[in-house]
């Protein structure tokens, strides 16, 4: 238990930081030549408009909730929340940190009174889960069904890897008969800035999550912070897109956070000796190539318009373009952007959700910062123990209605250690589930 412990604390530490590492504005780069634009992916998508008014949908969010389970833990909660299309019909969802426990009361029931409560058998935390999901031929969908493993009698996480600490999936993309998914390599010591990136390709992603095949790849560029030096990391989305799988990535964290782009070959994915050689999108004179990584992160190419950030889901929708819902560091709003080409020049399409109480919060202003991870519960002053910290808005365009939108995001305790954790999960339904929203289309 006292493991699980420390696992719940570096999960509500990993999400203050996804916060933080949330962005404020970009740099724009200089408007000149660059290489050849991204073309949108060969399956055409719904119109969807320009700026949506998202709404919660109780519809949608009853296809996430936790149930209970048959036997052993229950899901509870997790973030991320990456929906990732396997067939026309077929979805996997990812997610990070997974709380694992106990239901109590009406749980099956939609409205019905269900009481979380992290105890029990199997309890505590994993680095994370997956989840299934299906549209039947009526086009309604199912619920999620969530997965993990079980090692040694108890809790595993669906991916592992044999360095060093515990993977944190973020983004993902089915590349024929590969799923592949971009996740943060973390450490307990480490806190929440990653330790690596890595790639893992998933050989039988129709077989249940928790019979998943796969490897874990380390991918190059990856550029761990220092006092001298900012981070790189290349996680944050995937998209397929022609012959490239691009990957989204962000320099620097904070108000100097910047998207940065590089790509791997698609059509070699399958090949058992495959390892990732990623090209780079640098900045040449007025202009830009793509090249091997750099040694300076400064050359990178930055991507104007579009702030950088820790996670996202780019997609693309006729007569709308490229477009990612974004919340900024430290703010509880979330923002549309839209582009005609994935290199830019983004567009800040404005504010399309306020997140409501209890998330949002006016008394902030006495918590500046989150405390020390190491701060024990009588460091954190009383002003902050009902404060939280909203993150990862990701777009799920396959749950949206023609010309609609359907976006989750997630909701995290902004400080007071493990205790006022478990006391918002065991007290409030809606904290650490992924919270559903929907903008109506035609």
């Not at 969530?146 to 590349?175: C, H, M, N, Q, S």
């Not at 919340?327 to 997140?355: F, H, K, M, N, S």
């Not at 209605?401 to 006391?423: I, K, P, Q, T």
Request: hydrophobic share 45%; net charge negative; charged share 20%.
């Amino acid at each position: 238990m006292t493991r699980a412990k420390s696992r719940l604390a570096a999960g509500r530490r990993r999400a203050l930081l996804l916060a933080a590492l949330l962005p404020l504005l970009a740099h724009c780069a200089p408007a000149a030549s660059r290489p050849e634009p991204v073309p949108p992916p060969a399956a055409g998508a719904a119109a969807r408009g320009a700026s949506p008014a998202l709404v919660p949908d109780a519809a949608l969010q009853a296809l996430i909730d936790p149930y209970p389970a048959q036997s052993g833990p229950s899901w509870l909660g997790g973030d991320v929340a990456s929906s990732i299309r396997l067939a026309h019909d077929r979805w996997v969802w990812i997610f990070g940190d997974t709380l694992l426990g106990t239901l109590r009361g009406d749980c099956a029931a939609r409205g019905g009174e269900c009481r979380r409560e992290v105890g029990g058998p199997g309890a505590g935390m994993i680095a994370n889960s997956a989840g299934t999901m299906v549209r039947g031929p009526d086009g309604s969908f199912y619920p999620v069904v969530k997965y993990w493993r079980i090692a040694d009698g108890a809790p595993a996480p669906i991916l592992a890897t044999d360095e060093e600490g515990f993977l944190w999936p973020l983004a993902g993309v089915r590349v024929g008969a590969v799923l592949l998914l971009a996740a943060n390599r973390h450490t307990l010591d480490s806190g929440l800035l990653p330790f690596g990136n890595h790639l893992v390709r998933v050989f039988n992603p129709d077989a249940p999550p928790d019979l998943w095949l796969y490897d874990v790849q380390p991918l190059p560029g990856f550029v761990a912070a220092t006092p001298e030096r900012p981070l790189v990391s290349w996680t944050a989305a995937l998209v397929h897109a022609g012959r490239f799988v691009y990957l989204v990535g962000s320099r620097d964290v904070g108000p100097d956070a910047v998207t940065v782009l590089g790509r791997i070959p698609s059509d070699d994915l399958v090949d058992a000796g495959w390892r990732p050689e990623p090209q780079f999108l640098v900045q040449e004179g007025d202009g830009a190539r793509w090249a091997s990584p750099p040694s300076d992160p400064e050359r990178l190419y930055v991507v104007p318009g579009l702030p950088g950030t820790s996670e996202a889901a780019i997609d693309f929708a006729d007569g709308l373009g490229w477009y990612t819902f974004q919340i900024a560091a430290l703010r509880y709003e979330i923002r549309l952007y839209t582009a005609a080409d994935l290199l830019g020049p983004w567009t800040d399409r404005g504010v399309v959700y306020e997140i409501p109480a209890p998330w949002s919060t006016t008394t902030r202003g006495a918590c500046p910062a989150p405390p020390p991870p190491d701060a024990s519960p009588g460091e954190v002053p009383p002003a902050c123990e009902h404060v939280y910290a909203a993150y990862a808005p990701k777009a799920h365009p396959e749950l949206a209605n023609e010309g609609g939108h359907a976006v989750s995001y997630n909701v995290n305790v902004w400080s007071g250690g493990l205790d006022a954790a478990v006391r918002a999960l065991e007290t409030l339904p809606e904290f650490y589930v992924p919270r559903m929203l929907a903008a109506p289309g035609r």
